[in-house]
């Protein structure tokens, strides 16, 4: 298995793995408008023995305010691993690798909407999102500093890119 940087050569594999691993088509239409906006910061694939899809994750802009200012972090959505290639590794690849090309964009943060008992592996905890409002608050939200202190300034705001709208209640 290896990881690579996601080229439109991988799209229409990347949308069946999201439509199969979540039984429709909000995640993939979620990558689209990432994409399509812009927001899209580190996109990875992993690859089979056969140069196959494997596994996606998408890392897209988000925006952390604090009284301070406002800095640049990532929201992890979504992470997905083709049914027959899971527990093999793929989905800690692309996660590691994306944080990795995350903190070398200087992203301050990552943030995940997700369960903990996967997540948590990677170093993220729902403590990390302590004094943050966010649409998406709930023991689902977690997150990871990916520079010292950047989660450690009091009160502030996370604020998802435009087209994880579809997933708050405060959609139009
Ligand atoms: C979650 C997912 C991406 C993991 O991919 P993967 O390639 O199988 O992951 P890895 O091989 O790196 O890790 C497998 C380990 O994670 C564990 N794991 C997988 N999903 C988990 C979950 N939801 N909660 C807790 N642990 C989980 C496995 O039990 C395994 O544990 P082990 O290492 O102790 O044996 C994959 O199961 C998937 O695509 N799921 C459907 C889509 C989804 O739920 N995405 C995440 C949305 S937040």
């Known amino acids: ?26 995640e993939a239409s979620l990558v689209d408008e990432l994409r399509a906006a812009g927001d899209a910061a580190v996109e990875l694939v992993a690859l089979d ?9 998408m890392f897209s802009n988000l925006r952390i305010e604090c009284d301070g200012g406002a800095e640049g ?7 997905a691993v083709r049914l027959d290639c899971r527990n093999q590794g793929a989905g800690g690849l692309l996660v590691t690798h994306g944080l990795d090309a995350c903190r070398q964009l200087g992203k301050v943060a990552a943030v995940v909407l997700g369960d903990p008992g996967y997540y948590g592996r990677f170093g ?3 403590d990390a999102t302590q004094g943050f409002s966010c649409v998406f ?5 977690q997150a990871l500093e990916l520079a010292p202190g950047a989660l450690q300034r009091g009160q502030g705001r996370l604020i998802y890119a435009r087209a994880f709208d579809r997933f708050s209640d ?3």
């Open 137 to 141: 608050e709930g023991p689902y939200l």
């Open 1 to 26: 298995m290896r990881v690579v940087v996601a080229d439109p050569v991988h799209y229409a594999s990347v949308k069946r793995v999201l439509v199969d691993a979540f039984g429709g088509d909000d």
């Open 73 to 79: 972090a990532v929201a992890l959505a979504p992470l």
């Open 124 to 126: 993220f905890s729902g």
């Open 170 to 172: 405060v959609s139009p």
């Open 49 to 57: 023995d056969q140069g196959r899809v494997a596994g996606h994750v």
